[in-house]
């Protein structure tokens, strides 16, 4: 009975199907097929990892760590599929858009003109943005094979562990970082993930990971319908270029103010407010959670009344980044035919404030040789009839 039970939860781990006992789960149908991600790229073995439990199941590549599917009930019990993705891995490599799901880093956002100086030693790491540099440049995360490792965890949930070794020099960052992110699927339905990391020279770290959520399933629908709600009192201002100016400036009288849940749609319009044109049209800011110490909190809750779909993000990082989409173009065809266009899917990321090696007053963001970086994000799932207003 106990060999039983192993091979199967084996199963559930190893290959696209949650299925239990040998009965086909109405999530399969969603699932993306592991064979149209096992190739070799750069002479590195890629592949498609599922991950499942009773309820949920959740689906990660090792070409940068993008997750492909998360698959959640609604307030019906319908699985539904509430990321951006594509079918297969040659639709990802072909992508427009190359952020859609993956980890980004060494730093993520943005380095303004890809400029910092660590102990009097000046760095310039690529320009990918404008004149700046964004989520880790040319050679960043996303752009990676990483090691995977599937396992369960002593609760018996399902994980994932991904590890890259940055040698010196990679993308212009100094010092070799040999870094491990590990995606766990709580039984509680809630995906985890955790970064460690380490250095032999001080670097600037800060990776985070990109998923464009929609929680109706489908881009035919606007993410726009959603309300958000945020725990935060202040934001980081920038200029034109998405570069903060330095200020910590409060959300009270700003399209910013998600202290109490808001349709995101409501103040997406081009109302004359800067943040809302540097977004094209609407929202690319950095939160500044309402946070004391470093334990993990809630930062932030998205939802979608039509569907009852919740989902919360709790984290121990400082900032918050939440990019509405103004600057979806409709170019990439995803998962289901679903056309990735204006504001059908948004970003909520984990991380410090941008451009940080470049203000002193930010949090710092140096990992140095004899410190372990640290970073968890919790995305938790749940149905509710009403819109969660809680702070
Ligand atoms: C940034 C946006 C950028 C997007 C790319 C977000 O994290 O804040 O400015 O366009 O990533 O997908």
Redesign the pocket.
């Known amino acids: 009975m106990k060999a039983k039970l192993i091979l199967v939860s084996l199963f559930c781990a190893t290959l696209y199907s949650c299925n239990q006992a040998g009965k086909s789960s109405p999530i399969d149908k969603l699932l993306q097929q592991q064979e149209r991600f096992d190739t070799l790229i750069n002479g590195k073995q890629n592949t498609l990892y599922t991950l499942c439990n009773s309820k949920m199941a959740v689906q990660i590549t090792n070409y940068g760590g993008r997750i492909v599917s998360i698959i959640v009930p609604d307030k019906n019990n319908t699985p539904t599929d509430i990321v951006w993705g594509f079918e297969s891995i040659h639709d990802y490599l072909k992508a427009e858009?190359v952020?859609a799901g993956p980890l980004?880093g060494r730093y993520?956002?943005?380095i303004a003109q890809g400029k910092f100086t660590i102990n009097g030693t000046n760095y310039q790491v690529s320009i990918n943005?404008g004149p700046n540099h964004?989520?880790g440049g040319k050679e960043g995360f996303w752009n990676k094979i990483w090691d995977g490792q599937l396992s369960k965890n002593d609760a018996g949930e399902d994980r994932l562990v991904l590890s890259y070794f940055s040698p010196d020099g990679e993308d212009g960052y100094p010092g070799n970082v040999m870094t491990r992110v590990t995606y766990t699927l709580k039984n509680d339905n809630a995906l985890q993930i955790e970064y460690t990391a380490t250095t032999d020279q001080p670097t600037p770290y800060n990776p985070?990971i990109?998923p464009?959520f929609n929680l109706h399933g489908t881009t035919s629908q606007s993410t726009n319908t959603h309300y958000l709600q945020v725990n935060a009192s202040h934001y980081t201002p920038t200029d034109s270029v998405?570069i903060p100016t330095g200020e910590i400036a409060p959300v009270e009288g700003t399209p910013a103010d998600f202290r109490t849940a808001h349709l995101i749609g409501d103040r997406t319009s081009e109302d004359g407010n800067d943040m809302m044109k540097f977004?094209g049209g609407g929202y690319?800011i950095n939160f500044v959670l309402d946070k004391t110490g470093e334990d993990i909190s809630r930062a932030a809750t998205l939802y979608e009344p039509s569907n009852g779909i919740a989902m919360d993000i709790l984290t121990d990082q400082p900032g918050l980044?939440f990019?509405s989409g103004g600057?979806i173009n409709g170019t990439d065809l995803g998962k289901r035919g679903d056309l990735h266009r204006r504001y059908s899917g948004l970003?909520l990321?984990t991380q410090h404030f941008?451009d940080s090696p470049n203000h002193p007053n930010f949090p710092n963001t140096i990992l140095n040789p004899e410190e372990t970086y640290r970073h968890t994000v919790v995305f938790r799932f749940y149905t509710t009839d009403t819109v969660p207003q809680q702070h």
């Open positions: 858009d952020y980004v993520g956002n943005r943005n964004l989520h985070t990109h464009y998405l977004g690319d980044q990019y600057c970003a990321e941008p």
